[in-house]
């Protein structure tokens, strides 16, 4: 099962139980309903569970029997074909929440959040969307809008977005599962990250230990080595014997064991010492 269809089977559970609140819910479940005919509506809901609870409601509120044909409902309340043609009424500060739970029950889906977020309702009444817009941006909700096949599509990738939608439609099990799988997805790339570190750490320490032992081969090539420090020839055998030991590790082979900080001045002083001779080789090459 989906997770569109977990949290639409969640949606339909929350029954308003205020007369106001009931009317709101209604409201948004036949808000995306096409005028047919004189007083006729159909609705195309293309979850089963939206048309089965579209149907129950206009039966409870409206005492009417939608019909089905060609996957839509039919309905010829003269109600509900007055409520159609004007904007839903939010009485009270809960009606708001009831009129999204239905919207979403009808019209919305959501990706499930382990691949995605993205929220969209799907309007076949394009008419209507400029109130769904300025219902969504009064409550500080921006959502995009785009064309799709027979409507429009008003959408969202914000997962806070999203998250405050299913707080206010009292989607609770959707939201935790939506909040889990962010959480899930925040550790993964906190442990990505740290892996790519370490990785772009190893490089640049092989790439260090590869330059150093390059330039201690030319020391010994150009029989220069001698010709240094002795504390500066004991790193230099050292290194070459242990390419692969880390500055930690280097540092520790040294008799006297020496600072890690010391270390590293002396592989400079042995890359500045190659680098010297091989400039003043390829001077007198000239």
């Given amino acids: 099962m989906n997770y569109s269809l977990i949290l639409k089977q969640e949606l339909i559970q929350g029954v308003p139980k205020a007369l106001c609140c009931r009317k709101a819910y209604a409201a948004g479940l036949f808000f995306d309903a096409l005028e047919i005919g004189e007083g006729c509506l159909a609705l195309a809901p293309t979850a089963a569970v939206a048309r089965r609870e579209c149907a129950r409601v206009y039966r409870e509120q409206y005492r009417r029997e939608a019909l089905l044909g060609g996957g839509a409902l039919l309905f010829s309340s003269e109600k509900l074909y007055a409520t159609r043609n004007s904007e839903p ?13 239905g919207l979403l029950i009808v019209c919305g889906s ?37 064309k799709i096949r027979g409507g429009l599509g008003l959408y969202s990738k914000n997962s806070t977005v999203i998250e405050e939608l299913l707080t206010v439609t009292s989607a609770h099990q959707a939201l935790f599962t939506m909040m889990n799988a962010k959480i899930a997805r925040e550790i993964r790339n906190v442990e990505n990250r740290a892996t790519n570190c370490v990785a772009r750490n190893i490089h640049r320490a092989v790439d260090a230990a590869t330059r150093q032992c390059e330039a201690v081969s030319e020391l010994i090539r150009s029989s220069r080595l001698e010709k240094m420090p002795p504390e500066l020839q004991e790193t230099a055998r050292l290194r070459l014997e242990n390419s692969e030991a880390s500055l930690t590790e280097l540092a520790q082979l040294h008799n006297p064991p020496i600072t890690k900080s010391g270390l590293n001045h002396r592989l400079q002083k042995i890359l500045e010492f190659a680098s010297t001779g091989k400039d003043a080789e390829e001077n007198r090459k000239k």
């Avoid at 009424?89 to 739970?101: E, T, Y």
């Fill in 89 to 101: 009424v939010l009485a009270c500060a809960q009606c708001a929440g009831h009129f999204l739970r």
């Fill in 110 to 146: 959501v990706t499930d959040p382990q691949k995605a977020y993205h929220l969209e309702l799907r309007l076949a009444n394009t008419e209507r969307v400029p109130y769904l817009a300025r219902f969504f941006e009064e409550r500080g909700w921006h959502l995009g809008c785009r």
